[in-house]
């Protein structure tokens, strides 16, 4: 009796670790797909497909964007001053995951490329990090909600 409660005490503690981890994949395949969506569309609609609507941004040399309709139309407004915008691309891998204990909360962190095409014809490329918060959302999906960047120093 006493064998077949270590074992079921072995079984209950594994099980705790398997469902401690899946937040963690998860949060890394929303990452992953949250580049290659990047990568596909541009950032500017990865960025808003993925963003909650109380999202914190913080990237560049421009103020905090606190909110969606802020981010759309910083978003619009850089797109309509920046012919070249439609020749970057950005895209990142995340280094590590971390999750609460529930799943509902996690971060990503890792590094991001830009490249694109200098009118000139020579090419541009600029690397950094980032870390962003996830919030799991009511269809089960995670959405960030802080997205902090920035640049390594040329």
């Given at each position: 009796?006493?064998?077949?409660a270590s074992?079921?005490?072995?079984?209950?503690?594994?099980a705790?670790?398997?469902a401690?981890?899946?937040?963690?994949?998860?949060?890394l395949a929303?990452?992953q797909?949250f580049?290659?969506?990047s990568?596909?569309?541009?950032a500017?609609?990865?960025?808003?497909a993925?963003?909650?609507?109380?999202?914190r941004?913080?990237?560049?040399?421009?103020p905090?964007?606190l909110?969606?309709a802020?981010?759309?139309?910083f978003?619009?407004?850089?797109?309509?001053?920046?012919?070249s915008?439609q020749?970057?691309?950005?895209?990142?891998t995340?280094?590590?995951?971390e999750a609460s204990?529930?799943?509902m909360?996690?971060?990503?962190?890792?590094t991001?490329?830009?490249?694109a095409?200098?009118?000139?014809g020579?090419?541009f490329k600029?690397t950094?990090?980032?870390?962003?918060?996830?919030?799991r959302?009511?269809?089960?999906r995670?959405?960030?909600?802080?997205?902090i960047?920035g640049?390594?120093t040329?």
């Open positions: 009796m006493r064998r077949f074992v079921l005490l072995l079984a209950f503690a594994a705790l670790a398997a401690g981890a899946a937040p963690k994949d998860e949060l929303a990452d797909a580049s290659a969506m990568v596909a569309k541009g500017h609609a990865a960025f808003l993925f963003m909650t609507d109380d999202v941004l913080y990237q560049g040399a421009h905090p964007l909110g969606r802020a981010v759309e139309a978003y619009a407004d850089a797109e309509k001053n920046d012919p915008y020749a970057q691309r950005l895209e990142w995340a280094e590590e995951a204990p529930d799943g909360l996690g971060s990503t962190r890792g991001w490329l830009l490249t095409k200098l009118p000139e020579g090419a600029l950094g990090y980032y870390v962003t918060e996830w919030r959302q009511p269809d089960g995670y959405k960030f909600c802080l997205d960047g640049a390594d040329p």
